[in-house]
């Protein structure tokens, strides 16, 4: 596997359901985020970890719980999920927060459909 | 805040034309502005990545400015093919972000037909 994995590629759940997204990257990155892109909305940054700390939580409510267990591996915990939380996430990895020229590199996103 | 639009929202061509896609962003200090290309229901592909200090990169058929102090960048695209459509996006990075933090815009869709 090379670049950035994403599992599963495609979930369908109910709003009582627990789940968790997977994403891995083997890039040897520093830095790794979540973003959320709605059909009617930019893509949004949820989390943004470094070094396997969390730097950034932009304001997302508490049913969307990350993890950052090593550098290489980021998941994001679902649970009591809304409708409107139907979206495709995206994970992206950088070389680091601290490099300004670091690109982001996407993995190919988990449809997430909340009925 | 970082605000980026993309103009056109949706361009349809036929094949062999020479395109430009037009991106703005509302604060010139910027680390660097990206562009990438979304396939349908898919994770998004790094096309090209300019730096502040750069006017542009060339990779392939594509082409990308930047002028920064008018907050503009376009995306080239010579000689379009059916492979080509897709949705292209452009992001900014701002200065003064340490978070890694990406401005995104809405996007541009593309359809070549053939």
């Known amino acids: 596997e090379t670049g950035v994995t994403q599992t599963p590629r495609h979930l369908v759940m109910g709003m009582t359901n627990k789940k968790s997204l997977k994403c891995e990257q083997h890039?040897?990155?520093?830095?790794m985020y979540w973003y959320k892109q709605s059909a009617k909305k930019p893509l949004e940054l949820m989390f943004v970890?470094?070094?396997?700390?969390?730097?950034e939580n932009n304001s997302v409510p508490s049913r969307f719980s990350p993890e950052c267990p090593n550098s290489s591996h980021l998941f994001l915990h679902l649970h009591t999920l809304q409708p409107e939380d139907s979206a495709l996430y995206l994970c992206?990895?950088?070389?680091?927060?601290?490099?300004?020229?670091?690109?982001?590199?996407f993995g190919p996103g988990t449809r997430l459909t909340v009925l | 805040k970082q605000e980026v639009t993309q103009i056109p929202a949706a361009l349809s061509v036929p094949e062999g034309e020479n395109l430009v896609l037009n991106c703005s962003f509302t604060?010139?200090?910027?680390?660097?502005l990206q562009w990438f290309r979304q396939d349908p229901g898919k994770g998004l592909t790094s096309l090209l990545l300019?730096?502040?200090?750069?006017r542009e990169q060339t990779s392939g058929r594509l082409n990308a400015s930047l002028d920064k102090s008018s907050g503009r960048s376009t995306l080239y695209i010579a000689a379009s093919q059916p492979g080509d459509s897709a949705t292209y996006l452009c992001?900014?990075?701002?200065?003064?972000?340490?978070?890694?933090?990406?401005?995104f815009g809405r996007g541009t869709q593309l359809t070549v037909w053939p």
């Open positions: 604060d010139s200090a910027i680390y660097n």
């Open positions: 970890y470094s070094l396997e700390e969390r730097v």
């Open positions: 890039l040897g990155h520093n830095a």
């Open positions: 992206a990895s950088s070389q680091g927060l601290g490099v300004p020229d670091g690109e982001q590199f």
């Open positions: 992001a900014v990075r701002p200065r003064g972000s340490t978070l890694g933090r990406l401005y």
């Open positions: 300019i730096q502040s200090s750069q």
